[in-house]
């Protein structure tokens, strides 16, 4: 009879776990937001000139952010799927290296977008009806302001050397930096005081909901801070950081207070690190943290991004003790453990007192350089130091394949060695590079330590070395892919 009242009970919680689990499923169903692309690109990031010359940028090409605290970041494919915290997300979508849209959706959108004129997406909506300007607020904000070189006049302000570029191979041999930031800096601050008028007649018209307008309206508001306060001096900087309010930081759901109070704090340190005795980053971190108890959340992530320059350019003594001061006083334990997967190499000691390079080849496996070398014996080695976020070396990497399939280069070996790079990053790059098959990619693990990069002075990239068919360096600084140079010199040698 027991045994039998056992079972049942038994059954019972099995089929109570089901039912939750189902509801749970078909409740994470109902709220999932779905996005569609007619289109996936594959250059989101990168503009080719009619040169030959491209440009990179390695920001996002579609984030997230779900709650205050939580952002996600994903590559674009045919359907992307978002797993919602509150009833709104705020999306970001870059769709070239200059521009990007800003649109906020709800629980169980599901939307689609289709890229039109000069690229812009345009963005449909499947299970509800909105207002015209609720999700296409930023596709008819583009055609309301003038556009230059393809550019609105904010892409302009925030990516002058693209646009300096476009005009200089157009012919335009007078134009300058300096000169675009003076001639565009006047025309953004009347654009974004133009468009916070336009912007309160949309949402008095009933063109633009009250959610999205407050959006907006948000944006445009610290957007128009960021360019109004452009005096960095520490008393200006000083008296910014007065009107902090730690509450509002914590809760930002858009995220554009944070972002406005994180660069005043990023620009503060800036301008007091000369200030600053002994090493500069250790002692900015020392004096952010005693400014913890002043501004909560702002010093904490101030102190992690100090705390990342510790990590990558001090010495390994002075990287595991800051990064166990900031461990100690961090609560949230997601935040140690996503730096300690980053930076897990830097904060290895048998790694970082290896003399020899390190590598970790794309398949997983650990060698060192010399060892590397000595497998070539009886070849010429050409070597590629390059990393994920250097837009010259990504550009040099197509006449690099060039050489790669030219049969007159059949016997040289090509190895390419991602420095002061991050694991994820150089993966996600492998297509850019043309090196997801390739077997010579490796990443190095101990940039900071090797005394191979401290003595061959590797301090800019990309950089090319050659090594005779006995292993010996003989060129310490080649000709890149892209000099036709560099075919004589590998092929005499």
Known sequence: MKECMKKKILLLMCMLVYITCFCANIHKKSHTVVLTFDTVKSNYDTIFFSTGASVITPQ??????LSADKKETVAPKKNVEIYPILDIVAVNHKYNPTSSVDFILHSGDSIGIHYVKEGAPFIEIKNRIV???DL????FKRQRYPISEGMQTIEIVKNPSTYFYKKLIKGNKTISIPKILQEFY????????DESIWLDSLF???QVSEKEYKFYKER???TLLNLNHRDNSIAHLDSLLKGYNDSIYRTDLYGFY???YYLVGVNYLNSIQPLLKNDKFTATYDFIENKKDEFGLLSQDLLELVLKNILQKSPIEQRQKYFNNFSNLVSDTSIISKLKSEYENLLNLDIAITNDLLLLSSQGEKITFDYLIRQCKGKIVYVDFWASWCAPCLEEMNYSKRLRDNKKFNDIVFIYLALNDKEERWKQKFENAHLRDYKHNYLILNSNDALFIKQNKINTLPRYMIFDKLGKLINKDAYRPSNNKIYKILLND
């Open 136 to 139: 296409n607020y930023d596709y």
């Open 258 to 260: 944070k972002e406005y």
């Open 60 to 65: 996002p090409i579609l984030s997230f952010r």
């Open 204 to 206: 008095k018209s009933s």
């Open 220 to 222: 445009n508001k610290y």
């Open 131 to 133: 207002k015209k300007y």
């Open 186 to 193: 006047p025309k953004l601050l009347k654009e974004l005081k």
